[in-house]
């Protein structure tokens, strides 16, 4: 709604889950896609790489109620020209807009310390991580993410919620078998054993809220 009451702008489509709006974005190829991240179908990251290989003059603003210390860097690190906390006022998002339209850059947001000073201290006295080619298990890049498929992220996200392997198949209309099968994947394309560190890792992949 306020959008649509912006001077010069048009909402040209609005979609509920992701996989929608990338096939309109790939077709009609719109000036600005504002996206969130946890979004049913695709995760928002996946719609940006996407769109940002596609159709790369499309500017890109994020607005995420769900921010980490580690988002801002991953999410400019894909390319993306602005990102915005869902809990900043809403001029904050107008003022966004309207910024990376001219083809300007905007990140306004508050994320917390990756560590509080007590983790911090803990943290360095722990044996290093597990890596996967070259990426750190403690601090997964965009490239980490872009190591997921669609349905994989869609399969670790409700892992990562505490469902059963029935449980997913019977949510994403799969077989047990093939959930196995992306889970065994999954472990092995992110480098960890069991469940916890797969858990960890979405949490600071921003695959699921912490």
């Known amino acids: ?86 809990t900043e006022p809403i001029n904050y998002v107008m003022q966004a807009v309207e910024v990376v339209l001219s083809g300007g850059m905007f990140f306004a947001t508050n994320v917390p310390p990756k560590f509080s000073a007590s983790e911090a201290s803990a943290a360095g006295n722990l044996p290093p991580t597990p890596q996967k080619s070259g990426l750190p298990l403690t601090v997964p890049s965009v490239e980490a993410v872009k190591m997921l498929s669609s349905r994989e992220i869609e399969v670790v996200q409700l892992v990562a919620a505490g469902l059963s392997s029935k449980e997913i198949a019977a949510r994403l209309d799969l077989s047990v078998r093939t959930v196995e099968k992306h889970r065994a994947n999954i472990m092995e394309k992110i480098g960890v054993r069991e469940v916890a560190s797969l858990v960890r890792w979405c949490i600071q992949a921003g695959l699921v809220k912490s």
């Open 1 to 86: 709604m306020a959008l649509n009451r912006m001077r010069g702008l048009v909402v040209a489509g609005e979609f509920a889950d992701g996989k929608s709006g990338l096939d309109y974005c790939l077709k009609e190829k719109p000036v600005l896609l504002v996206v969130d991240l946890f979004l049913p179908g695709m995760h928002g990251l996946e719609v940006i790489r996407e769109v940002r290989a596609k159709v790369p003059s499309t500017r890109i603003l994020v607005l995420t109620g769900h921010p980490d210390a580690e988002l801002p860097g991953r999410l400019m690190a894909l390319g993306v020209h602005g990102f915005v906390d869902k």
